[in-house]
């Protein structure tokens, strides 16, 4: 029986007729750098195949280990509970590193959870395929291992170091924009309590529009400021509402407009219910991914942007699809951390770290798929039972 947890879904276990096939994969692993041929095989034979779905749990925080893992294709995440019992992610592990080591040292619990970033493809050696590895190649392993512990000392220096920049400059940021956010309200106050007084005064249909355009607009202003707040105390807060989806992309139509003068736009809308949302945020964050597929597309080609929207199950998934350049390989693991931007002139680097902040308070998901052909950004968000509709 495996330890290991997945929000309901197990990892994928290669067939037993393939697991020798399928181990040459793990031949540039770390762990086995400098080993000898016949001592790989051996080792090779012993490992079982996994293979996780993108954000899938492998193990948490605590959980009995009592294996390590290589990894053979893919990316792992390994992050702690933080601020208000949130996931702070310690480090990112590529492909041909090995995590999960110390539980076979100690034999104690694990120390941090691991989750998959994209589709990964993992190799589990178990205590007794530890045990006779240490046997067959002691020096070898020894070595590896100690370079592997010096490597990642090295890189958790510099994490801690980025880590303590990124608390300094999210409080400077929210102290800033609290105050800032301070002297706007009143103003704000005044310009919304106009346009509800226009449009309770006037019988010109074009006249109440406009006060609804400014109204909007107001308000949109009021929950991005709202939401840099919020992120920097490290704290959520929503104000839900049912939503029709259909109407819910109609209201993105000025976002849509800005790239029909370099791309073609196709929208796709598929589902005709609602889901439980905070409408200003949602449309922040859709807001965000099509400008950054918008400026992803270079001027002059055939550029195309897709938009859909449809039904999977319990859930509505949205998809934001671009033929722009692609993120870099080496920022699509961390492309939901704070300050990471690609080649941005004037970007914060928040915009996604706040976008994956709020589809999670929704209890939904957002990954990413990148090449240099395009990216596609996917979020999943729960459709609201009978119960909630009515």
């Not at 070595?143 to 801690?160: D, E, G, Y």
């Amino acid at each position: 029986m495996l330890a290991e947890k997945s929000s309901g879904l197990a990892p994928a276990v290669a067939p037993p007729a393939s697991i020798g096939k399928q181990a040459s994969i793990f031949a540039q692993n770390a762990l086995f750098a400098n080993l000898s041929p016949e001592i790989f095989e051996t080792i090779s034979k012993r490992t079982e195949i996994l293979t996780l779905a993108p954000d899938q749990i492998l193990f948490e925080e605590n959980d009995f280990g009592d294996c390590l893992y290589l990894i053979a294709e893919g990316s792992i995440k390994i992050s702690k509970r933080g601020r208000g019992g949130k996931q702070e992610t310690l480090a990112y592990l590529p492909t041909n590193d090995y995590f999960g080591e110390m539980a076979l040292v100690d034999s104690g619990k694990r120390s941090a959870q691991a989750t998959a970033v994209g589709t990964t493809t993992l190799g589990r050696i178990d205590r007794p395929t530890w045990d006779l590895l240490l046997h067959l190649a002691p020096q070898r392993i020894l070595t590896n291992f100690t370079h592997s512990v010096t490597q990642r000392l090295r890189q958790n220096n510099q994490h801690f170091i980025e880590q303590m920049m990124r608390s300094e400059r999210l409080s400077l940021i929210g102290t800033t924009i609290s105050s800032i956010v301070h002297d706007m309200n009143n103003p704000i106050g005044t310009i919304l309590c106009a346009c509800g007084i226009i449009q309770a005064n006037t019988s010109d249909e074009g006249t109440r529009q406009l006060a609804a355009h400014i109204r909007d607009a107001i308000e949109r202003m009021a929950a991005m400021t709202r939401e840099l707040v919020d992120y920097s105390r490290g704290e959520t807060q929503l104000k839900l509402e049912l939503v029709n989806v259909e109407n819910f992309v109609r209201q993105l139509e000025p976002d849509f407009s800005k790239c029909r003068s370099g791309c073609d736009v196709e929208i796709e809308v598929d589902f005709a219910g609602s889901v439980r949302i905070d409408r200003h945020r949602m449309l922040r964050v859709f807001g965000n991914l099509i400008k950054n597929a918008r400026e992803a597309m270079k001027a002059g080609q055939q550029n195309f942007l897709r938009f859909s929207a449809r039904k999977l199950e319990s859930q509505v998934q949205f998809e934001v699809s671009d033929t722009g350049h692609g993120i870099r390989s080496e920022l699509l693991p961390k492309i939901f951390e704070p300050f990471i931007t690609d080649g941005k002139t004037h970007g914060t680097g928040l915009g996604l770290a706040i976008a994956k902040t709020v589809v999670d308070a929704h209890g939904g998901t957002i990954t990413v798929e990148s090449s240099p052909a395009g990216t596609t950004f996917r979020i999943t968000l729960p459709i609201p039972s009978e119960g909630e509709l009515s």
